[in-house]
């Protein structure tokens, strides 16, 4: 048997358990509802029994280390899950100790932002660098810092929380304010511009193609959203540009405080790109420090739907070797 690492991914829908080789190589995955109804102690203990099953078929003897990817807030020193919105009743649950109780090897906890941050550094599109910021762009936006080559999680694992950022005075609220970097760079936040921009059109009665009715203008998602910017809809691209407009208010703030080689962003950008990136640069273009902005590439992130099975095996591998 050859040594390996195993990941654990809690997240509010689903949990898995992935095994990988020193290269990265998937031996064995399993995933499970979360189930959050039924609290913490039903998914840890399937968490538990499937990742037993799994060092039993390759060998708990070449088990190097294991590391756990959550949503936070958590506490990455003492390796405590602290009240994720998305898991209800995970409140400060010593993962860590249980994992390391459990398996007698290292363990290692970061958050869901952080964890991607290292899968897309070590082997995905920030490969080579030593300075690189990885942006989630998915349902919220949040963040992962790379410098030096190490992850930079901040005094209190805070680091990183770049949604919280305000961009504008006035706009859609997300994360807890109007006119965050969440609320225009997020699935989230791309709905509710949709819904503020497709009001004003009915107001002014010029219907759009993804919402042929005011009473359905609640039901409006990102997904919508997109799916008409790729069947040509006017209105649809135009709220994608103002995206990317917010979008490059927020990486030339991140720009000029970091100097990052690249930034690395995942889902919709990667998805909408050719939608989002010229507004986008040309705001970087503009705003940011001309030294700082030339040596810096804005890249989709690499490992698409998989990065959640590479990021706790990063954790698990980044940080055993540290």
């Not at 509802?33 to 708990?60: F, Q, R, V, Y």
């Not at 992850?151 to 919280?164: C, I, K, M, P, W």
């Not at 006119?179 to 949709?194: K, V, W, Y």
């Amino acid at each position: 048997m050859n040594p390996y690492y195993l990941g654990i991914d809690i997240g509010g829908t689903k949990c898995a358990v992935i095994a990988g080789t020193v290269k990265m190589e998937i031996l064995k995955k399993a995933s499970f509802p979360t189930e959050t109804g039924k609290g913490p102690g039903h998914a840890i203990n399937l968490l538990m029994k499937t990742a037993s099953e799994t060092t039993d078929a390759l060998g708990p003897e070449q088990l190097k280390a294991i590391g756990i990817s959550c949503g936070g807030p958590l506490d990455s020193i003492k390796g405590i899950v602290q009240s994720p919105p998305n898991l209800p009743g995970w409140n400060d649950i010593p993962i860590v100790d249980l994992f390391r109780d459990k398996f007698n090897v290292p363990v290692f906890l970061q958050n869901d932002a952080n964890a991607c941050a290292l899968a897309e550094w070590k082997f995905g599109a920030g490969r080579g660098t030593r300075n690189m910021v990885f942006l989630t762009f998915g349902t919220g936006m949040g963040g992962g810092i790379i410098i030096n080559s190490r992850l930079y999680s901040g005094t209190n694992d805070l680091a990183g929380e770049v949604g919280h950022i305000r961009l504008a005075e006035d706009g859609p609220r997300a994360y807890g304010k109007k006119g965050s970097f969440e609320a225009f760079c997020s699935g989230t936040g791309i709905t509710l511009l949709a819904r503020q921009i497709v009001s004003e059109k009915f107001a002014l009665k010029q219907p759009v193609s993804f919402c042929n009715n005011p009473e359905n203008i609640d039901k409006i998602s990102a997904k919508d959203v997109a799916d008409a910017a790729f069947s040509g809809d006017k209105t649809a691209i135009k709220i994608l540009e103002i995206s990317g407009e917010y979008l490059g208010k927020g990486l030339s703030i991140l720009i000029d405080i970091l100097n990052p080689q690249k930034i690395v962003i995942g889902s919709i950008y990667s998805r909408c790109r050719q939608f989002i990136e010229p507004a986008c640069l040309e705001i970087i273009k503009q705003e940011a420090l001309a030294p700082a902005r030339d040596v810096c590439s804005i890249v989709p992130a690499a490992l698409g739907e998989e990065v959640g099975d590479y990021a706790s095996l990063s954790v698990a591998m980044v940080q055993n070797e540290e």
